[in-house]
């Protein structure tokens, strides 16, 4: 797990950036090692997370003809296999590193080498004889990748640090904005600057020197439904999943995993018991609030599979850490779960440099119970047809209109109103006009708030039915939110989290089944569910889903109140963009009755983020 920059144009280009410190920004994503390679208009820097061939696999790194030179980000669990079938077509190898076996698969195979790839990765490829540069991200998104054009050239880093370092990539996209605000994470290919962009997942950039703006192109999509395809039966599946954990066990390093006690993480450590040597090391955190915390579950398994386990409590976290972690985000990023998963991080560290996650599971099972909203609809009340107009030509906001506003709209809407935090709908606490100020509504398109998500899943079919909605799903929650929590708060310790039901054997297996066949009669997981009752004790899989939540409605009025007076004020002198009164008067209810959650977290969120990075609009 790695950290990388590249910059490309002319030697003009290199010389007015201070490359070092850009570089140094993604120092906490590779703690081991820096290195360094320049050539003529190129620049390619590298921070190391060590954890295979520990003492030959440094970067960048040269293919052994001198013709490229590589940075590389992420995992490839087969690059024992690729390298034996590379040595049998002539490839020679000086190290034991999967990054060379990634030099070595470009040069023979080119592009064509993501077919070969299976694990987590992000990397780019200069070519010195053509002048070009070839970056590719990972299937499903687990590694990240940003690129933005520079003054006759290109720069592509891992994460935002090293743009947010120029002052001519510090101008803030206001629909980024917006999309905090509905979904909690930015869409790729967007980020929260105007003109720096991710690369999506399951794609490829190619650009040349001279070229312009790069041409990016898709070598993998998630596949479409295919009905005739038949379920594997639960000894299929359990094979499956225990060899994906045998897979991504592989290390040099002390390998741990996070144990939430859900079903996802606890088949994890089933399966690490059986495979390794070792009594396998599992962490959790802990939360006072009953209704969120998990720890005794995740004790229970850890008995049963005698596992070395460690908790932290989660909520003993303080306004300074708060606005701390928040800051150190390279982009804002709403998801609560982010404090204790870093918590959970730097504990892990202490013990391993490596550790599995049950990331994927939902969304690829069909976890969540969002997944069953359409067939939880409610009726639509006879008023429905003029509230809307009303609500919208007065202005009036009324607690509690939207349990009733709910109920006026039709089923493919109350998807979209359960969905968002925020959109274009006339109720308090969920009105995206009512939050910005009217100065902002026209920059944030506010009437597209949800047209980057129905974009996704378009591609899937038409309307919102649950097979069209998972699909969507592994394209934004999945990639854009879980994926991202779990990388930016893992790497901020510096600690490799690698995600084995994403793994390619799983997806290839799993994906394209009907959703029919992964929830049935209402029962969310029913293909795992064998597994897991074969496998993990009854305490586990005999109780309703529960996320790795985190108390933050009651932590914003109580111990983080100081941190949210702390970001308004900053806010109000600061930033104009929010109506600032209706923040108050969130802060005031939440502070008296409780309740206010992602409305009022989502915008303190981007407030802490702009005050530590002293943004300006």
Not at 46 to 75: A, K
Request: glycine share 8%.
């Amino acid at each position: 797990m790695c950290g990388f920059l590249a910059i490309f144009g002319t030697n003009q280009t290199l010389h007015t950036l201070d490359k070092t410190r850009l570089l140094d920004s993604i120092a906490h994503r590779g703690p081991d090692a820096s290195g360094e390679w320049q050539d003529d208009g190129v620049y390619l820097g590298h921070r190391r997370l060590s954890i295979i061939d520990l003492s030959t696999g440094d970067q960048p790194m040269e293919s052994d003809d001198g013709r490229y030179t590589v940075v590389f980000n992420g995992e490839i669990y087969n690059f024992i296999e690729l390298r034996e079938t590379l040595r049998s077509k002539g490839a020679k190898f000086r190290t034991r590193s999967d990054t060379e076996v990634i030099l070595e698969a470009y040069r023979l195979w080119g592009a064509k080498l993501l077919g070969y790839l299976r694990g987590m990765f992000a990397f780019v490829i200069w070519d010195r004889q053509r002048r070009a540069a070839f970056a590719a991200r990972d299937r499903i998104g687990i590694k990240p990748l940003c690129w933005a054009a520079v003054p006759e050239g290109l720069m592509i880093a891992s994460t935002l640090e090293p743009f947010s370092q120029i002052e001519m990539f510090r101008s803030v996209d206001m629909q980024a904005v917006r999309d905090i605000m509905v979904y909690d994470y930015i869409l790729a290919p967007r980020t929260i600057f105007k003109n720096v962009h991710k690369l999506e997942p399951g794609c490829q950039l190619e650009w040349r020197i001279g070229q312009g703006d790069p041409v990016i192109s898709r070598y993998w999509a998630p596949p479409l439904t295919v009905e005739s395809l038949k379920p594997p039966d639960s000894d299929e599946l359990e094979s499956l999943l225990s060899d994906a954990v045998k897979r991504q066990m592989i290390s040099d390093v002390p390998i741990g995993l996070f144990l939430s006690g859900g079903i996802d993480s606890s088949l994890i450590a089933a399966f690490m018991a059986r495979h390794s040597s070792k009594r396998v090391q599992t962490f959790s955190v802990g939360f006072r609030e009953g209704e969120v915390d998990e720890s005794s579950i995740a004790e229970t398994v850890a008995r049963q599979y005698g596992t070395d386990h460690v908790v932290i409590r989660g909520d003993e976290v303080g306004p300074e850490d708060v606005l701390e972690l928040l800051g150190r985000l390279d982009e804002p990023f709403c998801d609560p779960a982010v404090l204790p998963t870093y918590a959970l991080s730097l504990l892990t560290k202490r013990y391993v440099k490596v550790a599995l996650s049950g990331d994927g599971g939902d969304e690829v099972f069909g976890g969540y119970p969002k997944y069953l909203y359409g067939e939880t609809a409610h009726f639509r009340l006879p008023f429905a047809s003029w509230l809307s107009p009303l609500l919208r030509k007065t202005g009036w906001r009324p607690r509690g209109m939207e349990r009733i506003y709910w109920r006026t709209l039709k089923p493919a809407h109350q998807v979209q109103y359960g969905w968002v935090h925020y959109g274009d709908f006339p109720v308090f606490r969920k009105d995206l006009r009512q939050l910005l100020r009217p100065d902002y509504h026209q920059a944030a398109q506010i009437e597209n708030y949800f047209e980057p998500w129905a974009r996704r899943a378009r591609r899937y079919g038409t309307g919102f039915d649950r097979d069209v909605v998972m699909r969507a799903d592994l394209e934004t929650y999945l990639s854009e939110n879980c994926l991202v929590k779990t990388d930016r708060a893992s790497m901020l310790a510096s600690l490799e989290v690698r995600v084995p039901y994403l793994d390619e054997s799983i997806l290839a297996r799993i994906l394209p089944l009907h959703a029919s066949l992964k929830i049935k009669d209402g029962h969310l997981k029913a293909l795992l569910m064998p597994v897991a009752r074969r496998l993990l004790p009854k305490e586990v899989w005999d109780r309703p889903k529960q996320g790795f939540g985190v108390p933050y409605g009651l932590q914003l009025g109580r111990a983080w109140k100081p941190a949210v007076d702390a970001a308004l004020g900053w806010g109000e002198s600061n930033l104009g963009i929010f109506d600032y009164g209706y923040l108050r008067r969130l802060q005031a209810l939440n502070e008296t009755e409780g309740g206010a959650g992602m409305e009022l977290w989502n915008p303190f969120v981007f407030l802490s983020w702009s005050m530590a990075h002293s943004i300006q609009l």
